[in-house]
């Protein structure tokens, strides 16, 4: 069994900073790419940042400047590092990843959530 959990998020005052860490674990064959998602109370779900399997990264016009996605793939974890955080940040974060599993077919897989919430 496949999961995605998340870590990291929390309060934070505007101009401050938050990592939050996505590890994979179960029975998986490979990781294709990891992506961070957000979805702000009544908006819908967001893509803020992408990690591939050959090392490529992708932004959010909102993330770029400020956040930073990276891996560790013997780990199997992606992580996001947020700076200079705005209060137009908050919102429930979310770890997606394309995984095939040693048995079964390859799909997206998410996280449950981490909120951020960006506050004075």
């Known amino acids: 069994q496949v999961q995605l959990v998340e870590s990291g998020g929390g309060l934070v005052q505007p101009g401050g900073s938050l990592r939050l860490s996505c590890a994979a674990s179960?029975?998986?064959?490979?990781?294709?790419?990891m992506a961070w998602y957000r979805q702000a109370p009544g908006k819908q779900r967001e893509l803020v940042a992408t990690?591939?399997?050959?090392?490529?990264?992708h932004y959010a016009d909102s993330a770029k400047g400020r956040f930073t996605i990276s891996r560790d793939t013997a780990k199997k974890t992606v992580y996001l590092q947020m700076n200079s955080l705005k209060p137009e940040d908050t919102a429930v974060y979310y770890c997606n990843a394309d995984i095939r599993p040693v048995a079964g077919t390859r799909k997206d897989y998410w996280g449950q959530g981490t909120p951020v919430t960006v506050s004075s």
């Open positions: 990690f591939t399997s050959d090392e490529s990264t």
């Open positions: 179960g029975t998986i064959f490979w990781i294709y790419t």
